[in-house]
């Protein structure tokens, strides 16, 4: 951490009540996080390449790392703190199944940060495992699944088998039930294929969590918007036991789906934010 200290404070020097300035941050937070992201690609592949045997533990505790000082630049550059409400962390079982709404990118580092003792594995779409700086080659690393959404079946069903088999080795699986980005910050419709898969071969218990913020940065461009007042929120809501039977599955899912909507409303009306925080009432 001691080699970015000295962006971080020069970040933090740079933000005052002018726009430009804002804009100016901004850009140079892209620049210092585009350049940090080649160098963390580097560090995984050497390591990856040196100690293979190994490659798993080191990515997993250097995404920890990674998460820290990605943010701590955002903030330095661009005045978008990080709220992690995680009151009921202590009450949480060993392993679970992670629910939340998506909003950007960052909320997987958003995530990692606010489960810092556990190890995270999402589903990914298939077209960041190549070509992305870091992205790509911590897919891999880390096993987290990759799938296809116009691909074979057989295959995502396969990737998310091997998901739940991390699971059984202490891992806690995550999952974007609305399959997408909100760039509006609303609360999407829930596909609960990859859900159902999970719980059946794995028996977890399910853990909610609300995300807002996000949608002010889903493009690196929109940082040179997000003012200095704007939060990316994270609180952990709820532990529900693993359903019994598919009635109780979609009960439980449209639970957490209506608590998350909840959450959205409760942080915009503190702030007189007016976006929806509901775009599908159908699940």
């Known amino acids: 951490m001691g080699q970015y200290a000295a962006i971080y404070k020069a970040g933090a020097s740079r933000r005052d009540s002018s726009g430009n300035a804002h804009a100016m941050g901004a850009v140079i937070f892209i620049v ?14 050497l390591y990856r390449f040196l ?26 550059y661009t005045g978008l703190r990080l709220d992690v409400d995680s009151a009921l962390r202590e009450e949480l079982p060993p392993t679970f199944l992670l629910v939340s709404n998506h909003q950007s990118l960052y909320d997987i580092p958003a995530l990692i940060r606010a489960f810092p ?41 396969r990737e998310l088998r091997r998901l739940a088999a991390l699971a059984r080795k202490g891992c806690c699986p995550h999952v974007f039930p609305e399959g997408t980005r909100s760039r509006t910050g609303a609360v999407g419709r ?10 059946r071969d794995t028996r ?5 969590v609300a995300i807002d913020g996000g949608y002010h940065i889903s493009r690196l461009l929109d940082m040179t918007q997000a003012g200095r007042e704007k939060r990316y929120r994270v609180r952990i809501l709820g ?43 159908k699940m």
């Open 32 to 45: 210092c996080f585009t350049l940090m992201a080649f160098y963390w690609d580097f560090v995984l592949r």
């Open 117 to 157: 003792e556990r190890d995270i594995k999402f589903i990914a779409k298939k077209e960041l495992s190549r070509f992305v700086p870091f992205v790509s080659v911590g897919l891999k690393m880390g096993k987290h699944a990759v799938i296809s959404r116009k691909g074979d079946p057989n295959d995502t069903r």
């Open 190 to 199: 829930f596909y609960t294929a990859a859900l159902r898969t999970l719980i």
């Open 239 to 281: 532990l529900y036991p693993p359903p019994a039977d598919s009635e109780e599955f979609r009960a439980t899912v449209q639970n957490i789906r209506e608590e998350i909507i909840a959450q959205l409303q409760a942080w915009r009306s503190e702030t007189g934010n007016p976006r929806p925080v509901r775009s599908e009432e």
């Open 204 to 208: 977890l218990p399910m853990v909610s």
């Open 51 to 76: 100690f293979p045997r190994k490659a798993f533990g080191f990515y997993n505790e250097y995404t920890k790392k990674m998460s820290r000082q990605g943010f701590a630049l955002i903030s330095a």
